[in-house]
């Protein structure tokens, strides 16, 4: 079942659980289907495709040689991916790259494979979590009140079905196989396996490791280790990124306002 966290997460952010499920409005969906601002290229010729699914991002990436996915959505957003790939005349979908095992982030990856033939991928530490349906907390920082309160109404709106990854992925993996210059960076603390992908060597997809919803910022919500995602934090800043594409929020971020984020909890022991 859908942990409440994201169902409060998407009341918190002005999207309702109805909107997000069925692919939204007409109106929201054709504005869902653009392209982030900055840039349209990166320097190798991979062009990124924001899709905002409602209660997150997800990003195709085309080249000459194919197109890529990162992350899914939730259940039933399978439509707008599938559009957006319409829309740009391709379906050489090669890979579906998820960055953690959340169900906002790979709800909707097995009709997508089931659509396009394309295998998921993600890392070996989170592979499990996916493979049974999961959406694993931790620690709720700031909406602690939520667990006594909210929880028994809507825990169980949701059911979430079982996705068997295809790929299992090491830190240090790269996709050059797959046609895309792109190497797999592990950041666990928010799940053991959540990981960002880095494509040209500067433009990092980071999932729910940092936000851009209003003012950027480090994750501070929801990790299974706060320490760990400090430490996965730092890792990610001490790189030369020129942009980072969250999972949440409208516009990428700029490698110096990445640079300057402080985690939150970063004391905090592990659950």
Not at 26 to 48: C, E, F, H, N
Not at 209 to 234: C, E, F, R, V
């Amino acid at each position: 079942m859908l942990p409440v966290a994201f169902l409060l997460t998407m009341l918190a952010t002005g999207c309702s659980v109805q909107a997000a499920l069925s692919g939204l409005t007409a109106d929201r969906a054709a504005a869902a289907l653009q392209t982030a601002p900055s840039p349209d290229y990166t320097p190798s010729g991979v062009r990124i495709h924001r899709l905002a699914l409602g209660a997150s991002n997800a990003y195709l990436l085309e080249n000459q040689a194919g197109l890529y996915l990162v992350d899914a959505g939730l259940p039933l957003t399978d439509g707008l991916i599938l559009t957006r790939m319409e829309e740009l005349g391709r379906d050489d979908l090669r890979l579906i790259f998820i960055t953690h095992a959340h169900i906002d982030h790979y709800g909707a990856a097995a009709a997508v494979r089931e659509a396009t033939g394309a295998p998921i991928a993600v890392h070996r530490a989170d592979a499990a979590a996916m493979a049974e349906g999961n959406t694993e907390l931790g620690m709720v920082r700031d909406w602690e009140w939520s667990e006594d309160t909210l929880v028994p109404l809507l825990e169980d709106t949701i059911q979430i079905d079982p996705v068997e990854p295809d790929i299992l992925l090491d830190d240090g993996a790269s996709l050059a196989e797959y046609g895309l210059d792109a190497v797999v960076l592990h950041t666990p603390g928010h799940t053991p396996g959540s990981s960002v992908l880095i494509v040209d060597d500067a433009y990092a997809f980071v999932g729910d490791l940092i936000s851009a919803n209003g003012k950027p910022h480090a994750q501070s919500m929801y990790a299974q280790d706060w320490p760990q995602l400090a430490d996965s934090i730092a890792r990610v800043q001490a790189l030369d990124l020129a942009w980072a594409y969250s999972g949440h929020g409208d516009e990428p971020s700029s490698g110096e306002t990445l640079r300057t984020l402080e985690a939150r909890f970063a004391d905090e022991p592990q659950q």
